[in-house]
C-alpha cells in the first residue's frame, strides 16, 4: 500500500451553539465521504448539552465563548492528533457538505493553505438582510485593501480548508467571535496561499443568524480595532 501524504486525515469541525437537529444527517454525511473524514462537534456552550451523534468526536465549552474559540480548539485537536487538514462547516446545515473533498482537493494539489468556499448565492433568509450585507461589503472592501487585493471576496464565509502550516500560523492569533475577516487577512499577510472556489450555500435547517444587531456593531468594532492594529504593527520598525 502506497504511504499516505501527511495531510490525509481530515477533521471536519461543526460548532454549535443550540443548532442539533441538523447534526445527525451533518455527521452522517461526513461519513460517507469516507475514512479519511472525521466529525468533531464543538459545542459552544449551549443552553442544554447537544447529544452528539455516536460517530463523531465532541467536545462541550463550559461557556458561550464564540466561533474563534472553537476555532482554536479544533485547531489544537487537529495539530495534537495527526490531523493535516481542518474543515469548517456550520451545524445549521447552510454548507455542503459534499463540497468539502472540493476544498480539500485544492490542498492535497499544493495550490492552497487555505481554501475560502465563496457563496455563489445567499439562500435568502437573513443573508438578504440589506444591512448585513452593506456590513459584509465593507469587510471585503477593507480585507482586500489591506492585503492587496489577495482577500477572498467573501472575508465572511464560515465555510474553508486549512492545512497544518496554516493551523500554526492562525493559532498565533487569539480570535474572538466572527473571527474570518481576521483570519483571512492575517493568513494573506503572512504569506500562505489562499484560494477561493465557488459553493452554493442552502437555507438554514436549524437556529436563527446570530449576527444581529448588537453583534454585529460589536463585529464592525472590533474587526475595524484589529485593521488598524495589524496596519501599525507592520510598520512599526
Known amino acids: 500500500m502506497a504511504e499516505q501524504p501527511s495531510h490525509s486525515r481530515v477533521l471536519v469541525f461543526l460548532p454549535s451553539y443550540g443548532d442539533e437537529s ?11 465521504l469516507g475514512d479519511r473524514y472525521r466529525a468533531l462537534i464543538v459545542d459552544d456552550g449551549s443552553a442544554t448539552p447537544l447529544a452528539a451523534p455516536a460517530a463523531a468526536l ?7 465563548f464564540g466561533l ?4 482554536h480548539v479544533a485547531f489544537d485537536h487537529a495539530l495534537r492528533h495527526g490531523y493535516g487538514i481542518v474543515v469548517r462547516a456550520d451545524a445549521d446545515g447552510q454548507h455542503r457538505i459534499e463540497d468539502i473533498p472540493r ?9 492552497a493553505n487555505l481554501v475560502v468556499g465563496v457563496r455563489a448565492n445567499h439562500a435568502g433568509g437573513a443573508l438578504s438582510n440589506l ?32 492545512d497544518g502550516h496554516a493551523m500554526g500560523v492562525l493559532n498565533r492569533n487569539g480570535f474572538e467571535r466572527f473571527p474570518e475577516p481576521e483570519m ?7 504569506g500562505l496561499e489562499v484560494v477561493s472556489i465557488a459553493v452554493q450555500q442552502r437555507r438554514r435547517a436549524d437556529g436563527v443568524s446570530t449576527l444581529g444587531p448588537v453583534p454585529a456593531m460589536q463585529m464592525f468594532f472590533r474587526f475595524n480595532v484589529f485593521a488598524l492594529n495589524e496596519l501599525l504593527r507592520r510598520r512599526r520598525p
Open 22 to 32: 441538523a447534526l445527525p444527517e451533518l455527521v452522517a454525511e461526513i461519513v460517507r
Open 58 to 64: 465532541s467536545v462541550r465549552l463550559p461557556a458561550n
Open 68 to 71: 474563534g474559540v472553537c476555532t
Open 103 to 111: 476544498l480539500v482537493a485544492e490542498i492535497d494539489a499544493g495550490r
Open 131 to 162: 444591512a448585513r450585507r452593506g456590513l459584509k461589503a465593507y469587510f471585503r472592501v477593507v480585507a482586500r485593501m489591506m492585503t492587496g487585493g489577495r482577500a477572498p471576496d467573501d472575508v465572511n464565509s464560515g465555510f474553508f480548508a486549512v
Open 184 to 190: 483571512f487577512v492575517l493568513a494573506c499577510r503572512s
